[in-house]
Nanobody, 125 residues
């Protein structure tokens, strides 16, 4: 079972950028779909972006399309999320998730079997 650790969160002003990273331990991402989700206070966990498996097609929620970019470094077993033009609505805890040989439902929380502990992103106005 892969273990996931997120990093890169922090406080940024509206219009700024952050880059989140998700590191895999124990295994690489080679057999996993990898997704990013976020959860704002009082709200459910929301799909942001994913690398599908095995074709590695990227997917984005409409709310972040054109602003966020997901990328993968297989050698380092790291998936990153570059977030640009951030706004206060992006404030949330961001989670990385792994779905073992997950070929569908990449945007569904329950489809993923492994989760990191999350990293806080706060965007001030």
């Amino acid at each position: 079972q892969v273990q996931l650790v997120e990093s890169g969160g922090g406080l940024v002003q509206a219009g700024g950028s952050l880059r989140l990273s998700c590191a895999a331990f124990g295994r690489t991402f080679s057999d996993y779909a990898v997704g990013w989700f976020r959860q704002a206070p009082g709200k459910g966990r929301e799909f942001i972006s994913a690398f599908a498996w095995p074709d590695r097609v990227t997917h984005y929620a409409d709310s972040v399309k054109g602003r966020f970019t997901i990328s993968m470094d297989n050698a380092k077993a790291t998936v990153s999320l570059q977030m640009n033009r951030l706004n206060p609505a992006d404030t949330a805890v961001y989670y990385c998730a792994g779905g073992f040989k997950l070929i569908d439902n990449y945007d569904i929380v329950q489809a993923y079997t492994t989760w990191g502990r999350g990293t806080q992103v706060t965007v001030s106005s």
